[in-house]
């Protein structure tokens, strides 16, 4: 019997999200609410089947994420029966640190990197699940499904250890963490080839839909609330959109589309000529500006 | 990421259906820096048309930044990851790529060819199912081409192509591709590969990539494409084996149910089998195969599953679940061959954590046999294995485990070592079989124990390890010591350097690695006398924390005092009583003890004496003082 690409990357998932669980203290599983999560939620239902997941989810929230991903984030908390943690950075409330008066790379800072690391710290966490995947970003292909962290959190590309066959060595020094990635050799085909194969609810902001949208620098933003300042001659717009990746809604584009269901969604990533972080604010800065965030404990 | 196929257009429904039944297969491509390696993955993501528009704008533009090739698209930038090496213009680690045909995804892992790098090889060969090394035609078989061949066979592949690349750069000449395939084939049998498959190509050109190239009409066989579309995949041959799954994580989530879940690491699973736990060796069947989409019929090697047994028997990680009909051997000592991958060099004697499995247990490299130059195959002699050195070794374990010989299993026969301190992974292993000693020295039931012997002498036994720097006074307050347990009726006995080193030890120097071994054999003594009912004393300097560590573990607990003789350097250099630090300091002496070679201070000895402030007889009642409190001695 072989078993297709889709069944070993499952077994390959479910077999790290176990082994974390057998050798951390205290694992959390980060939410981000996109479908990256969602596979990696629906994965960890599987490996430990028919108990409950034997950790947290985590959401280090910025407050600026769309208000269908707020609904949805409460709605999986609850179908699943698991802890959810929700964590805001009150420096940056207090600050009332924003995309639009901040810009990108100082609100991503302050709301998720901050946030994530205090949200770590305070709760004790040594092991962290993120969705993260191989090929989504060029220093991503190099790093291990098993990343250690120094105790302030910082990834050293040249001292990461060797992991072969199917064997991970979670041993870490007090006050380390580990980063750990069960979707690292998934790519965006074989997460939506899995999200149709086990019919894995998604965030609706996913299909297409009417939404109002301005265009600003090139890109189409929703305006999902009130708080979004309009710039002279900005008029919302109704138009059929849908979006390939969800993060704060100042900051991600969406796409003009019809793709309103599954199939319609995979065989538009299938036939389209751009990578899906391409509508992401954040990793236009320059070569290797992933890798640097990373170094600083993005995730 | 247009896929060559109409389907995606006309009928996605049909397209996705077909793709969903894709397999996987895994491979590791090997070469130098300038093969064309990162090019010709480059040029197989190209040709699959993985890449997307703003992915080909940016290679496009750093092509003109750091590209190689004029005007033309440099396919290696697209898969230079890391801004350091993209610098330096080579890739420094493993790096995993993805693509896909319509037949099979694909994980390739990408690993530089550089000496210092056989570490990496062998960590992106240890998953690969089959090995693409490059040739370059113009330079033909290099010494790094063996040692790549012979790291892959090392490693379990069985599949192997060699891509005699950069053919337009001699002509698409027939010849140079005979000689090479002839020189290569030669090597292949000495290291006995069985399944080799020569492929003439320019991954620059994109000729024999994926379609049969015009300019070498005198090559009718595969092209590279097709060749990874048809090749077994190793899981294939694993579900031939016995049925094996080591326990990973025990589930149970109430009274009622207790799951084992676990990778199947070989073989075929169905309800109502036999399997054995190993290596507690008893037996129960299969009730269940648990998922949550439902109870299976039958599981396969690959797959992550939860299994229930009819019987209620003990079983925790690290155990592992085998067919009852065939069983894996159960050993604690074995032949095997280790990579060494870290900076500080492996030792004999040294404990390590190793992982198998989901088991980790502490493992010693008891003898090296001997250490293999991967250029030349040839076999040398090592007291010691460096960053990247290879060797045929003896482990010993300190315990049972269950275990396939490499070549038959790699999930259940490959195992990595771990230090104890650092938590790296310092190395990785292939046990090859179980030392005949190991099966046949069952510990022997003996009447008269430890308990027994110690009771006849009216004493507890224990052990005082003195440590501490050459003339701290280590072996007059343990004299001292064992003066006075004398006069009160103790039975003791001091192992010291001299009754020692004379002896038992005399064939050992003062390397790092022999003053491992050295203390090892005391470590052992001390245990062989402490199980004679002795109280035993040792006065060694002892300098490494691990050695200690070990000897501690030797002992029962509460049997093991660490007596730290606390003397500063500039004391005991002052003191000499030997002459010793001055001839070190003059360079006469190697490797000396707080000159040129550390010493660890305990970080938590159960006595500390501070010679500064304590005459020797002072610190000697110390010992006697806290021998007491810890009622090893009567009231």
Known sequence: MTLTHLQRLEAESIHILREVVAEAENPVMLYSIGKDSAVMLHLAMKAFHPAVPPFPLLHVDTRWKFRDMYAFRDRMARETGMELLVHVNPEGVEKDINPFTHGSAIHTDIMKTEGLKQALDRYGFDAAFGGARRDEEK??????????????????????????????????????????????????????QYIHLENIPIVPLYYAAERPVVERDGMLI?????RMPLRPGERPMMKKVRFRTLGCYPLTGAIESEADTLPAIIQEMLLTRTSERQGRIIDHDSAGSMEKKKQEGYF | MAHVSGLIATDIGRYLETHQRKSLLRFITC???????????GRLLYESKMLFDDQLAAVEADSRKWGTQGDAIDFALLVDGLAAEREQGITIDVAYRFFSTDRRKYIVADTPGHEQYTRNMVTGASTADAAVLMVDARKGVLTQTRRHSYLVNLLGIRHIVVAINKMDLVGYAEEVFRAIVEDYSDFAARLGLADVTFIPMSALRGDNITEPSATMPWYRGTTLMGYLE??????????RGPFRMPVQWVNRPNLDFRGFAGTIAGGVVRPGDRVRVQPSGRESTVARIVTRDGDLPLAVAGQSVTLTLADEIDISRGDMLSGADAPAEVADQFACTLVWMADEPMLPGRPYLMKIGARTVTATVTSIKHQINVNTLEHVAARKLDLNGIAECNLGLDRAIAFDPYAENRDTGGFILIDRLSHATVGAGMLHFALRRAHNIHPQHVDVDKAARAAMKGQKPCVLWFTGLSGAGKSTIANLVEK????????????????????LNKDLGFTDADRVENIRRVAEVARLMAEAGLIVLTAFISPFRSERRMARGLMAEGEFLEVFVD?????????????LYRKARRGELKNFTGIDSPYEAPEAAEIRLDTAALTAEQAAGRVIEVMRERGLLRA
């Open chain 2, 484 to 503: 006075q347990l004398h006069a009160q009726g103790y039975h003791t006995y001091l192992l010291d350097g001299d009754n020692v080193r004379h002896g």
């Open chain 2, 31 to 41: 070469g130098s820096v300038d093969d064309g390696k990162s090019t010709l993955i």
């Open chain 2, 567 to 579: 003397t500063p350097l500039e004391v005991a250099e002052a003191r000499d009583p030997k002459g």
């Open chain 1, 139 to 192: 220093s991503r292909a190099k790093e291990r499904i098993f990343s250690f962290r120094s105790a302030q959190h910082r990834w050293d590309p040249k001292n990461q250890r060797p992991e072969l066959w199917k064997l991970y060595n979670a041993r870490k020094h007090k006050g380390e963490s580990m980063r750990v990635f069960p979707l690292s050799n998934w790519t965006e085909l074989d997460i939506w």
């Open chain 1, 222 to 226: 929703m305006v999902d609330d009130e």
């Open chain 2, 230 to 239: 048809t090749v077994e995949v190793d899981e294939a041959r694993a579900q």
